[in-house]
């Protein structure tokens, strides 16, 4: 059964724009120019209980509107959306019990307190019973490796430990939907792994929905097995993860070792070399020309080992998004 | 807790589960205001200051004459005054709550409200509530040495209806400063910046709710200040105390003052609703 369904939603926003230097002010004082800038455009997607999405997209290019949208927070301007079965902008409080929204800038706690008493509140807030809530509670504060640090003043803690406070927050009415918004942003690798592996557990474990954005590729591989790409406020794909490197990039890797201790001369005919270390050389070549640049480099030099690989997702999403037209890529 | 199979709660659970969710408000509010207790302490007695330079200052224009009256108060009646002024200000002053509620706006952490299943405005005069109880526990000692000290300008009690709706009074100065305060919060809404509009509504309410001088003073030149809310700040409990209001007027004085309640509380509903509406539509 789809939990979220979102078909041509947009919005548009009205961004006021001042010319340079003190007349454009004076001016300004009577007369407000404006632009419309359209945050998303046209974005339609169902997604089923328990899938768990990644949506990618370079700063600006709608996601976080999105998901604000879909919490909501911001009225779209036309399209509908409906999550487990709730208009959220209508903000009803069946809906706002059954799901959370986690963002980076951390809101949910308070600040002089200890993270317990912020969590007792949520129990009341989201009238969690109270059997319900010590154990949910016991399971998350061991899961998240934070039993010591209950009792410790919110201020007190690191980024990381106060991320994973906000997850137990956000997580203790048990939510069928979640929604993370680069819930890694600012973490050292060790508590973004951490805040990975939590995730992966519990959602398989519980079998929430969740929508992830994050500009982490690391997060997105070893989270999710769908993406949605949005560009400037329209979806580029929506699919396997593993079919972006496929549908996107133009280019494959190729892995040599040579030989003898150097390197040839004149690899740069085939592509743009990214790494060498004799006797080791990695070349990015365009994905037609890989068997033709393989013959050649094998009948012109003796090889020791040789391997074509993928480029790093990450590349290939960076190089999409640097791209000026990607909307047309797509198409 | 019982839920029934629709979710729902009955209507006896339903307002028990929003009282405890208040008291849990209130006893939140209340530990986080005592992180802070040798600050808040500092702050409440500096807030004496001002009532010794006001009966300085008092006794100078009545140079000691005990006789001379000035619009119906002579010497001792006007220390008395400012004493309940003071009182009443403890009640009504609200602290940071409309810049607090800008920033949320500005800042976005206004969102949790949005998002949680959870009234802004009712946490918001909960967590006052148990802002104040922590200032009437620090500040009590203080306020009886004061009114100890000034024994000798101070009337005798009041019949007991007076002390009823001295009280009362107070009571509700508390909701019509708050419901004040948080309205020119939320204006935040519509100007980003709203630092000086309520730096012009903390000069306004203390010509208008009687702190600086008693409103008799005043309203020779202002004739509408009976007609404003903010008298209810400081000039109605003072005044209902030392016998200004007649106690035939007594019961219509609450109930104006409790119109006003009303009238202030649907305004911030509509001014909430509106500004989130408009919040909704510029990104949230």
Same mark, same amino acid.
């Given at each position: 059964m789809a939990a979220i369904e979102v078909r041509e939603l947009c919005r548009e926003y009205k961004v006021f724009r001042k010319r340079e230097g003190l007349m454009a002010s004076v001016r300004g004082l009577f007369h407000r120019e404006h632009t419309i800038v359209s945050a998303v455009r046209n974005v339609s997607f169902t997604i089923e209980?328990?899938?768990?999405?990644?949506?990618?997209?370079?700063?600006?290019?709608?996601?976080?509107?999105? =998901?604000?949208? *879909?919490?909501?927070?911001?009225?779209?301007?036309?399209?509908?959306?409906?999550?487990?079965?709730?208009?959220?902008?209508?903000?009803?409080?069946?809906?706002?019990r059954r799901f959370s929204l986690v963002?980076?800038?951390?809101?949910?706690?308070?600040?002089?307190?200890?993270?317990?008493?912020?969590? #007792?509140?949520?129990?009341?807030?989201?009238?969690?019973?109270?059997?319900?809530?010590?154990r949910r509670l016991d399971e998350l504060t061991d899961l998240l490796e934070v039993r010591r640090l209950m009792s410790q003043p919110v201020r007190e803690l690191s980024l990381g430990e106060r991320m994973?406070?906000?997850?137990?927050?956000?997580?203790?009415? #048990?939510?069928?939907? *979640?929604?993370?918004?680069?819930? @890694?942003?600012? *973490?050292?690798?060790?508590?973004?792994? #951490?805040?990975?592996?939590?995730?992966?557990?519990?959602?398989?474990?519980?079998?929430?929905?969740?929508?992830? @954005?994050?500009?982490?590729?690391?997060?997105?591989?070893?989270?999710?097995?769908?993406?949605?790409?949005?560009?400037?406020g329209i979806v580029i794909h929506d699919g396997p993860l593993a079919a972006i490197i496929d549908r996107f990039s133009r280019h494959k890797i190729i892995e040599l070792q040579f030989s003898d201790n150097g390197c040839p001369d004149g690899l740069?005919?085939?592509?743009?070399?990214?790494?060498?270390?004799?006797?080791?050389?990695?070349?990015?070549?365009?994905?037609?020309?890989?068997?033709?640049? =393989?013959? @050649?480099? =094998?009948?012109?030099?003796?090889?020791?080992?040789?391997?074509?690989?993928? #480029?790093? *997702?990450?590349?290939?999403?960076?190089?999409?998004f640097s791209s000026d037209d990607a909307a047309r890529a797509a198409k | 807790m019982t839920v029934s199979s629709s979710g729902a709660l009955s209507f006896a659970e339903e307002l028990r589960a929003r009282l405890r969710l208040k008291w849990l408000i209130?006893?939140?509010?209340?530990?986080?205001?005592?992180?802070?207790?040798?600050?808040?302490?500092?702050?409440?007695?500096?807030?004496?200051?001002?009532?010794?330079?006001?009966?300085?200052?008092?006794?100078?224009?009545?140079?000691?004459?005990?006789v001379r009256t000035m619009k119906g108060y002579n010497f001792g009646q006007m220390v008395s005054y400012f004493l309940l002024v003071m009182m009443a200000r403890a009640f009504s002053s609200m602290p940071g709550l409309a810049t607090g509620i800008a920033t949320s706006?500005?800042?976005?952490?206004?969102?949790?409200?949005?998002?949680?299943?959870?009234?802004?405005?009712?946490?918001?005069?909960w967590h006052r509530v148990a802002h104040?109880?922590?200032?009437?526990?620090?500040?009590?000692?203080?306020?009886?040495?004061?009114f100890w000290l000034c024994r000798a300008h101070l009337p005798g009690w009041p019949a007991w209806p007076v002390t009823v709706a001295f009280v009362a009074s107070l009571l509700m100065s508390f909701a019509v400063g708050f419901l004040i305060e948080s309205l020119i919060g939320l204006i935040a809404f519509w100007f980003l910046e709203v630092s000086s509009l309520i730096f012009i509504y903390m000069m306004l309410s203390y010509f208008l709710s009687g702190h600086m001088i008693p409103l008799e003073l005043l309203s020779q030149w202002i004739p509408f200040v009976d007609y404003l809310p903010f008298k209810y700040l400081a000039y109605t409990p003072a005044a209902i105390m030392l016998g200004k209001i007649p106690a035939e007027h007594l019961p219509m004085e609450l109930v104006v003052q409790a119109a006003w309640i009303v009238a202030l509380l649907i305004i911030n509903r509509i001014a909430f609703n509106r500004g989130v509406r408009r919040y909704s539509s510029f990104g949230g």
């Open positions: 209980e328990g899938e768990m999405v990644a949506f990618l997209g370079p700063n600006g290019a709608g996601k976080t509107t999105t =998901l604000k949208l *879909l919490s909501g927070l911001v009225v779209p301007s036309s399209g509908t959306a409906t999550v487990l079965g709730h208009v959220p902008w209508k903000r009803e409080d069946a809906y706002r963002t980076g800038q951390k809101e949910q706690l308070w600040w002089d307190l200890p993270a317990q008493e912020s969590f #007792r509140l949520h129990k009341e807030i989201y009238r969690i019973p109270a059997e319900d809530y010590r994973r406070m906000e997850l137990i927050a956000a997580l203790l009415h #048990r939510p069928d939907v *979640l929604f993370l918004d680069e819930p @890694t942003i600012g *973490l050292d690798v060790v508590s973004q792994r #951490r805040v990975q592996e939590f995730l992966r557990h519990y959602q398989r474990e519980q079998h929430i929905t969740v929508i992830l @954005t994050s500009h982490y590729m690391k997060d997105v591989e070893a989270l999710c097995e769908r993406a949605i790409v949005i560009n400037k740069e005919r085939f592509g743009r070399i990214i790494e060498t270390r004799p006797p080791r050389v990695r070349i990015q070549v365009e994905k037609q020309r890989v068997s033709e640049c =393989l013959a @050649t480099i =094998l009948a012109e030099n003796s090889v020791d080992d040789i391997s074509v690989v993928e #480029r790093p *997702l990450e590349d290939v999403i960076a190089e999409l | 209130l006893r939140t509010a209340t530990e986080e205001r005592l992180v802070y207790r040798a600050d808040f302490a500092f702050s409440t007695l500096v807030r004496f200051l001002p009532i010794v330079t006001q009966i300085f200052l008092w006794s100078a224009i009545f140079q000691n004459d005990t706006i500005a800042d976005g952490s206004i969102r949790k409200y949005l998002i949680q299943p959870v009234d802004m405005l009712d946490h918001l005069f104040k109880l922590v200032y009437y526990v620090i500040a009590a000692g203080p306020f009886a040495l004061v």
